[in-house]
């Protein structure tokens, strides 16, 4: 699954350790995440979509 | 679901030292009810039967320790985790069985022993998990 949460972190200035903080996981997990090579939980995906104010829909892209 | 306040890293960092804590007493209680009887209480049964029975309770304490600790782990962790135990398992079994037939078939000169199969597991699992987070990383 892809996903733009590198951008969006960009967009929003924030490193990987605080995005992870935001969303109470680890920077490993948020790493993993982008690089495509984990899947978040649903809980995980709604945090982060809460997080950037978009759907879950516009940051993560089924392939 | 409702969580406790603490951030994810608090709470895994407070499990993981309960759970070594555990894992310490629990060696202890283990080489108390090992070498207690041939060094501190020659022959008493009753001590010894008294060390085992400390030893399975701290195990079970330490078993529900272990299980705090993974449902307090960060999700990936849990993954890498939970595949590391399969492996584990998955040749503990496999070689364990292998290796009992081994000995039963007398094509090993010694005695298959449980403590053989436990260090398998130990290594195995040590380097699923150290595998799984290089992958991860």
Redesign the interface.
Known sequence: MKNKIKVLRAEHELTQQQLA?KV???R??I??IEKG??D??L??AFKISKLFKMSIEEIFISE | ?KKDKK???ELTKKNTINLALWTIAWVLTMAISTFGPLLLWEGNSLLTALAILLTLLVGIGMIFANIRHLNGL????R?IQLEAMGIALGLAVVVGLAYSSLDQTNLISYDAEISHLVILIGITYLAAVLIG?S???
Request: aromatic share 8%; charged share 30%; net charge neutral.
């Open positions: 903080e109470d996981v680890s490993q997990t790493n993993a090579k984990f978040p939980s809980p995980l | 679901m951030s994810n890293i960060d999700e990936l962790q993954k987070n992958r991860y990383r």
